[in-house]
């Protein structure tokens, strides 16, 4: 079955970096794009990013360019997300899915933005 695995969050001070990784398994990982999502304490899930199979395009929502890249590893079948100058208004659950999504979310990584 489809297991993705979040990992990388923590606490951060504002302007700080993370960098989270999702390690994918149960479908072919090298034919699917990949999204990453977040969930603020509150808020609905919300789409953050998204890379092609191959890498050739990624999207963002526009609060995030600039700051947050997207890049992954078909060898390792791991996306990632790297996040530089962090905001508080960042914190959230980060999760990975594929697009089209699947309906199995993975259990997430928090990311705490915070002085």
């Known amino acids: 079955q489809v297991q993705l695995v979040e990992s990388g969050g923590g606490l951060v001070q504002p302007g700080g970096s993370l960098r989270l990784s999702c390690a994918a398994s149960g479908f072919t990982f090298s034919t699917k794009s990949m999204s990453w999502y977040r969930q603020a304490p509150g808020k609905e899930r919300e789409f953050v990013t998204s890379i092609t199979s191959t890498s050739s395009s990624t999207t963002y929502v526009d609060s995030v360019k600039g700051r947050f890249t997207i890049s992954r590893d078909n060898a390792k079948n791991t996306v990632y997300l790297q996040m530089n100058s962090l905001k508080p208004d960042d914190t959230a659950v980060y999760y990975c899915?594929?697009?089209?999504?699947?309906?199995?979310w993975g259990q997430g990584t928090q990311v705490t933005v915070s002085s």
């Open positions: 899915n594929a697009a089209p999504r699947f309906s199995a």
